[in-house]
């Protein structure tokens, strides 16, 4: 489906077009006939699925039609995500795509890590639409330096990341603080109990919009697993990126003293790599991810959370150093590789220590993976037989912080 046939204003479809915007994607030719007709949304939608596209487009059609009508603008839209790049991201779309409005739109980003007195500023001049991390929008409501009395649309990005990382609460207050009369869309990539608790909370009679993207998705990308010890992971990685070549990966790493160290180890042999994690200050994650973009770095060390709502063009292979935590984590990340149509690898590293818990991974994604070893690091020693009465017991579990040394303490070996 062209986006001609959804009938936009040309101030929009100008900026469609110099964007190269021509044929809609499956969860847009869904999501935006529904904001059309006003109705709330619930959809699932994988990364580099077209989702920002798809509430964005028709909430500034929406605006344009019916504008603010005082001089100073109102906050006419609300845009919660769980990570500040994708709250820069989504913001800069709708700044994009309002480019030629005749009224320029005001749009503001509230995040952590920059001066939140700008921020208040910003918000007391006037703005249309507030994209934000609900930790800093928490910070300025209590304030009560907000006021959502004109707010017509509640966009919730990524909602199953941002209850993973525990903001229920945070996000129960900031609904308090909205008028019940508004319209909402909601945007997922997995629907777990959590969800399936909070759409009630936001509305109650949401279309739904349910595409099996995963395994559109799966389809592109060619997915490897490969077995190997834990100390060789680091000179098998030198190896594949030297005899591949791939143009952007993005390394997944399960902490961020691994993520420096072995960024630093590949730049001592000559390879564009840095880190990105949530130690590093906002200017330093922009700049990164700038180098990333722009081609100027080629490998990307990422921690889970820092990389979340990433959308970076053209990244061709996604290695996991580290295994993610869950099936939904998994398709996450492999999820950054094979956008638009494109195709992608993925590499996994497994181990005996590991084989079981990727094992789950596959079991719950629904995938079935060959195993390889790469000639001159196969994969050594035997696997640990777990013996009767050797259970773990209940409560004694090692703490994630002692697994986590443990990991840094096997990488900066590697």
Known sequence: MLFETFNFSNCIFKAL??????????IQKEVIPLVFKENDVVAKAQTGSGKTAAFVLP??????????????????????????ELTLQVAQTFKEFSKYFDRKLKVSSLIGGQKIGEQLLDIQKGCDVVVATSGRLLDIINKKQINFDSLDFFVLDEADKML?????????????????????????????KKILELIPKITSEAKKVVLDEDEINLENINQRLIEVNIENRNPLLRKILKEENFKKVLVF???????????????????????????????????????FKEEKINILFA????????????????????????????????GRTARAGSSGTAISFINY???????????????????????????????????????PVKGKRKSKKDKLREQALKDSKA
């Open 59 to 84: 909430i500034l059609e929406q605006l344009l039609n019916n504008p603010t009508q005082t001089k100073k603008a109102k906050i006419r839209v609300l845009v919660l995500t769980p990570t500040r």
């Open 17 to 26: 077009e110099e964007n190269s915007y021509k044929s809609a994607t499956p």
């Open 353 to 391: 220590e590991n084989e079981e818990h990727f094992r789950l991974i596959e079991k719950k994604a629904g995938i079935k993976l060959h195993k390889e070893q790469i000639e001159g690091f196969e994969l050594l020693g035997t696997k640990a037989i777990k013996k009767k009465g050797n259970a």
């Open 253 to 291: 790493m399960a902490n961020k003293r691994a993520t420096d160290n072995i960024a630093f180890k590949l730049k001592k042999y000559g390879f564009k790599a840095l880190s990105f994690h949530g130690d590093l200050d906002q200017e330093e994650r922009e700049l990164t991810l700038q180098d």
């Open 303 to 334: 921690t889970d959370i820092a990389a979340r709502g990433l959308h970076i063009e053209g990244i061709d292979c996604v290695v996991n150093y580290d295994l993610p935590r869950s099936p939904a984590d998994y398709v996450h990340r492999i």
């Open 164 to 192: 993973n990382e525990g903001f229920e609460e945070e996000l129960d207050l900031v609904l308090k603080s909205l008028p019940n009369q508004r319209q909402n869309l909601l945007f997922s990539a997995t629907y777990p």
